[in-house]
């Protein structure tokens, strides 16, 4: 090779390593693991429990024992163990499970960045591949969220391997060599042991990926060949993949895609999508940082952007190819985790178990890698520094200020050597993370958590002594049958001795016996579609040692080619490479720098009591000598100071504790009546901050806070007040205030807008219109604890003229009146005559039936009349909705019952 060649290589290796270097430096500061999520101590359990396996002499084990308190689950019978395997086989040679985690990234952070470089390379420049891989390991969600903050190791792992995955089915198309075919395979393989949720995404990107050379290249022998190396590799896996789907049917996997894990629950707003995160780099702030969000980071934007735009110049094909095709899918994934993407997510079936649509960011970063380096190579080769320059710079300086993790300020590095049983039993209890998961989803199916909680009494039953995860001892005293103190599961087996059934509360029942006297072992023999997906397994290698040793013989016979793509030229300006290196070398010696010096990258140093730049409002300060005092230094409102029902109002606060405060308090942001003294919106929700018994008094402290709208509050307005409250619920005193509240502004609540795009829709329709301009939509009518819960949906059209009352009326089968409900619209807050025109209300109220009224069918008659005169307005039914009016009243039947059916909000019922 000559020297030149070897000089240009080197650098490029330099550069990748270096900037894989200052990714992962943070994770070797100190001893332990930075994060703040019980993810990375959930994982580290886990690791924990796979390493104590292994000392036993099982490298596989598909049973957890100490899971639900010794009750056990087949945690790795579902769930990837990649990652787990990986940190205990360093572990079992004499690593610390935070250092053995630690080397895990490392390598993957390396290995990462150097395939997404040379599966670019084949098509893109050197500086647009180098500029690819920064963008794709610089990505601000997995690296800022997953790896430093919340502990998602074996997600991240997934998608340190997907651009592994892409280089190697790359290479395969390119070209039918041996090493390229088992390169492909292996990937392949492991990256459905890296992962499960990652794994089905990366399906469909590699399947869109091949598609994508199908369309470009036209190589039909190539995509043969990449096809039967992925069928290769998931003949290889079914040991995995197939008992973890099949089996489904014997967990509670349902409570994985329900209640908080419902997808509807997280989506993403597009301002957190595309905002940048605060950033307060100053010495006086005890939490300079804010937590990273989901957001995609704006070096990928511009990439997209970029992209998308040199497509439409671009002279070759290729570019305009892979430029536009980068350029949607990055789009297309983006779309998916906004709200209105939710049709797609429940019209797809199994797509819910991604749980999480912000998972789909890092996906979406690959179409954004592709983009980008066609905007790179969209420019002449003597300017090509500019883009590489922009997008190499923008990648690294946007997450540099969160590769100080410590900033965060809300927990130091947890260190963590080993983990015993008993270790990793407190931990189940104390973070209720039953099972060693967030939700039920390794619980076997018919088992009582209660138990595991120690909400109910165990029944007596036998203990069992393990030898290891898959093999058990229970000594039953001479009984034929018994309770043994063990979840079923069918991939248990006493073999002949006895037989195994289910129990109560989900334990196992040995029945039948044979010599009782003798102990009795139970072993783990695997459920039907395991033993299915061993011999899949077998098959799927022996299919891997076919291929190989085709293209070995292949390759004798000089019949091995490049059949593919033609890498693209090395780059004229060979020094932009060696300059690309030296600025990742600048940048990890600058953060080591500032880490010796002053601590982080600070910008400002405020005296006591003072924030850098402009807030709101003038200091106070709440509490009194039981409680402590806390000062509000001042505070900023991040969203539209006239927003609608339903949006969410973003506010930031400075706090400062005057003293060393005995607990965390609790900061509420409502929308509030001083007249009527009722809050409207109290749905509060705040970033995740240190909790304020750790604030240093000399410091001030950040807290972002969300105040989510109900969609049916009324569009008038209000007071926007804060307090603190203890953690005992005790409100803080506020000097001037009864109510413990401060006054920060006014803020109006603007109308919702009525139409196509209508926010929210009455559950039952009922149109009719008045003679004032005022035209029903329709309304809901909810069971609720203390009565009904009743809408009614008003459309004002032009605008109305008068102010009307609605009267609601409780009538029984005789027509006789039964209860009445009359008041004027939302509450009274604004009479009907200022409603504003083209505008959608809605007016909620709560029908408290009396407590002696008789079960059976009424009727509620609704209807409007004037206050002043007592004149009714007629309303008119539309042409199909005569069933639901009579006599100019609207018609809700209505049926009572002896009692309650549900405790919580059940659903319409007014049909």
Known sequence: MAPTRLRHKLSIGCFTLLLAALLVSPLWDEQGLPGIHNDMLLHMHRAAAMARAFEQGVFWPRWFPIAYQGLG???????????????????????????????????????????????????????????????????????????????????????????????????????????????????LTALVFSHNLTTMMGAFVLLIYWLMLAVLYRRPDSLLRCALAAFAAAALSAVFWLPAIADLSLVQIEDARSGYFSIDNHFLSLRELIHLPPVFLDSSAGNPLTLPSSTFGWPQILAVAAGLLSALFAARRELRVWGFLGGLFALAMLTLTLPVSEPVWHAVPGLDFVQFPFRLVPVATLGAVAAGAVATDSWPERRRWVPTLVLLFGSILIIFPYLFPRLISIARSTRVETLSVEESLEYERTYGLWGFAASKEFLVKGADLGYAKGMEIEPEAVKLAWHSPHRAVADLSGQAEALLRLHYHPGWSAEERASLTPGPGGWTVVKELQTPEKP???????????RRGKLLSIFGLLAALVGLLFFVMRGRKGESRDWGIKRAGEPSASQLVPLMAGFALT???????????????????????????????????????????????????????????????????????????????????????????????????????????????????????????????????????????????????VPGSLDGLIHLREMSVAPLRPGRFQRVRPSTPASGGTADGLQLQGYDLFDAPAGYDFRLFWETGPGVARDWITYIHLTDARGELAAQFDGPALAGLEPTSLWRPNSLYIDSRKLELPVDLAPGSYLLRVGLYSLESGERLPLQPGESEHDHFEDGQLLVPINVQTEVACPMQCGPIGR
């Open 587 to 733: 940048f990890l010696i600058v953060r080591y720098l500032l880490i010796w010096t002053v601590g982080g990258p600070f910008l400002w140093h405020s005296p006591p009591g003072e924030v850098p730049f402009g807030v709101e409002g003038q200091p106070e300060t709440l509490g009194d000598a039981k409680t402590g005092k806390m000062t509000l230094i001042g505070w900023k409102l991040l969203s539209s100071s006239n927003p609608r029902p339903g949006d969410t109002v973003h506010v930031r606060f400075f706090w400062q504790a005057q003293e060393q405060m005995d607990g965390d308090v609790r900061t509420l942001v409502h929308l509030y009546t001083p007249s009527l003294q009722q809050s409207w919106a109290t749905e509060n929700k705040g970033a995740i901050r240190p909790p304020a018994s750790v604030w240093d008094p000399a410091n001030y402290y950040i807290e972002t806070m969300q105040l989510t709208l109900p969609t049916d509050i009324p569009p008038v307005t209000y007071s926007l007040v804060t307090g603190l409250s203890s953690s005992s619920g005790e409100r803080f005193h």
């Open 73 to 187: 689950a087949p945690v790795f019978h579902h769930y990837s163990p990649g990652f787990h395997w990986l940190v205990a086989a360093i572990h079992s040679v004499g690593f610390r499970l935070d250092e053995s985690v630690k080397l895990v990234f490392t390598a993957a952070f390396a290995l990462s960045g150097i395939c997404t470089y040379a599966w670019l390379r084949r098509t893109f420049s050197v500086q647009a591949s180098l500029v690819g891989a920064a963008l794709y390991l610089g990505q601000p969600k997995f690296l800022l969220r997953g790896i430093y903050y919340f502990g998602d190791y074996p997600q991240m792992l997934g998608v340190l391997v997907l651009p592994v995955c892409l280089w190697a089915i790359d290479a395969l198309h390119a070209r039918g060599s041996p090493w390229s075919w088992l390169f492909a395979v292996s990937s």
């Open 520 to 530: 009795l072992v139970i072993v783990w023999k695997g459920t039907v579609w395991e």
